[in-house]
């Protein structure tokens, strides 16, 4: 299986699910990469990224897809799961 395929197949609300970040109506949730205490974190469902808008954020500018954002989040809260 291609990498773009595994990709593609990750949809990124279940790889938020899995992180028990659930996105609020605005498709917003909070971002593990900072301390956020309100949603900062944008999902992209139609294209499987997120994105952050806070300027305290080291991922802050970056979109991301599901495979990074399993690569970078803290593990912290991985270990929770
Ligand atoms: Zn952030």
Request: hydrophobic content about 35%; charged content about 25%; glycine content about 4%.
């Amino acid at each position: 299986m291609e990498i773009a395929e595994i990709i593609k197949s990750l949809s990124i609300l279940q790889v938020l699910e899995h992180y028990h970040l659930k996105p609020n109506r605005n498709k917003m949730v909070c971002c593990p990469f900072h301390d956020d205490k309100n949603p900062s974190r944008q999902v992209y469902a139609e294209t499987n990224t997120v994105f952050c808008f806070s300027g305290n954020c080291k991922m802050n500018g970056k979109k991301i897809d599901a495979i990074q954002f399993i690569q970078e989040v803290p593990g912290r809260i991985s270990r929770t799961v």
